[in-house]
């Protein structure tokens, strides 16, 4: 008895992070997508579910600093959508994309690994030139 009474205790503390990492990531995704929605251009990409699992479940971490965050994120993403412009979407482009984001966030001491997964969303879901229109 007394054995279940220490793990409901340590469900009792624990459940609080918990609770609080999936009200925030619940938050961010739900915020996103309806601006997304409300400005009619797309917002989330899957990277940032795992984004969220650091920032709001591992806050302490270097990789979940908010200046990590957002620059990983725009470096990869403006690197993605760079080789996907000038080199089309290949095997090839998407690799040195990753590549070259990767190095970018190490140079800047930005390093995000949720970000290394932009370029290749970028070259999966958008063609050449979308990324300056907006969607019908």
């Known amino acids: 008895m007394c054995r279940l009474k220490v793990i409901k205790e340590r469900i009792v503390q624990d459940g609080r992070p918990i609770i ?23 917002l989330v990409l899957g990277s940032f579910g795992a984004t969220c699992v650091l920032v709001f479940g591992f806050p302490d971490l270097p990789f979940s600093r908010p200046r990590n965050v957002i620059l990983g994120h725009a470096l990869t993403s403006f690197i993605g959508l760079v080789c996907l412009t000038l080199l089309d979407a290949t095997p090839w482009s998407m690799a040195l994309a990753v590549a070259a984001g990767i190095m970018a966030m190490m140079a800047t001491k930005t390093v995000h690994p949720p970000a290394g997964s932009n370029p290749v969303i970028s070259s999966r879901r958008i063609r050449p030139g979308a990324f300056c229109s907006r969607r019908p």
Do not use: C, D, T
């Open 20 to 42: 609080a990492a999936g009200v925030g990531g619940f938050a961010l995704i739900f915020l996103l997508g309806w601006l997304g929605e409300s400005l009619n251009q797309p």
